[in-house]
């Protein structure tokens, strides 16, 4: 598996927000700063102009604290009011040690070194090693938690306001994983890795037809989420379950974290 994104690939309305990310990171980090990445749409070349959030991982040098993550979040925030092309910033915060530890070899390894696109730092990847998606064990590990989620997932679903304003992000969220999740269930007989949600859907679809129209649709909810609660109803009491039985019958179930 090679990496997906570069930085070649940003589309030009996209790159000033990229340089001021790599101007202010140092900033805010200092010397704790390890190395930044980029992962999602814009270094794919396929964000959408106002639509399209922008995500970030951060490696420090050391384990985050809460005042790491609170300085992450005023960062998305004014980046996000000062770049009318990015629709939000969503930062993901990791100590270097456990992004290169054994137990996330086959997890957070895996994302930064194929879906993380390098920004500043020394680059992880060299540390890791290279991923065969036919390895069962990278699919247990990068999604077979699906079964511990649905309980939370359910009392988001029961404490979100009940307005269509409400649940289209809760639709959005749900729908991507589940459909990542179905996808990292064929992946190795696929033999290969897309994060296009259509195409994840159309692979899953070829294995399991009895399911493809499920996970087709949630791969349109993907993208256009709509606010019907039934789709959540329908992702924590069917879709779900279903995916999580058939996950752990065929790749088992993700080693627990702390």
Known sequence: MVREGSLARVQPAFRPVVAAVRDRLPDVYGQRLHSAYLYGSIPRGTARVGRSDMDLLVALRDEPTDIDRQDAQALGRALDARFDQIDGVGTLLFGRGRLLSDRERYDLGWFVACLCTPLLGPDLAAHLPRYRPEDPLLARETNGDLAQLLPRWRERVAAAPDTEAARRPLVRFMSRHLVRTGFTLVMGRWRGWTSDLHEMAAAFGAYY????????????????????PDVLRSYVDDLGPWLAEEYARVHGVKAPRP
């Open 209 to 228: 037809p009895a399911r493809a129209a499920q996970l087709g649709a949630a791969a349109g909810y993907g993208y256009e989420p709509v606010g019907d």
